[in-house]
């Protein structure tokens, strides 16, 4: 597995809080990751007016890594405009759930985690193949 570098993951989640769409909320937010093919990718959240489609950081980071040609998240991170850890909501749980499973690595408030603390007894994919395979 490759060394994180998580000096340069939250300098690059802090650079994307500058670049952050957040004119309601006022909360600036960016995001890092390292991809198992050695990639970082990152995002920032997207505020709208219909607060409903507002796009998390989290959401940007995963469709850069999308775009980029896939792979699994190995390593992420989150910061605020001061450059504080954050805590990735409850539905971006699940979506970095989905990009990296349980061996996911979360820099949080506490220390670093794995996917299966931050999120456990989650929902994805294995789920719907059981109920798939059951009916």
């Given at each position: 597995?490759?060394?994180?570098?998580?000096?340069?993951?939250?300098?690059?989640?802090?650079?994307?809080?500058?670049?952050?769409?957040?004119?309601?909320s006022?909360?600036?937010?960016g995001?890092?990751?390292?991809?198992?093919?050695?990639?970082v990718v990152?995002?920032?959240?997207?505020e709208n007016?219909?607060?409903g489609?507002?796009?998390?950081?989290?959401c940007?980071l995963?469709?850069?890594?999308?775009?980029?040609?896939?792979g699994?998240?190995?390593a992420f991170t989150?910061?605020?405009?001061?450059?504080?850890?954050l805590?990735?909501?409850?539905?971006c749980?699940q979506l970095?759930?989905?990009?990296?499973?349980?061996?996911?690595?979360?820099d949080?408030?506490?220390?670093i985690?794995?996917?299966?603390?931050?999120?456990?007894?989650?929902?994805?994919?294995?789920?719907?193949?059981?109920v798939?395979?059951?009916?």
């Amino acid at each position: 597995m490759t060394t994180v570098d998580w000096d340069a993951l939250r300098a690059r989640a802090r650079e994307l809080t500058a670049r952050a769409y957040a004119p309601y909320s006022h909360f600036p937010v960016g995001a890092a990751a390292l991809v198992d093919d050695g990639r970082v990718v990152a995002g920032c959240n997207v505020e709208n007016a219909g607060y409903g489609v507002t796009l998390c950081a989290e959401c940007g980071l995963v469709s850069d890594m999308v775009a980029g040609g896939g792979g699994r998240l190995v390593a992420f991170t989150c910061a605020n405009a001061l450059g504080e850890r954050l805590m990735p909501c409850g539905r971006c749980r699940q979506l970095l759930w989905e990009h990296g499973g349980a061996a996911l690595l979360v820099d949080t408030p506490a220390g670093i985690m794995t996917m299966d603390q931050v999120l456990p007894q989650a929902f994805g994919p294995a789920d719907l193949d059981h109920v798939r395979e059951d009916n």
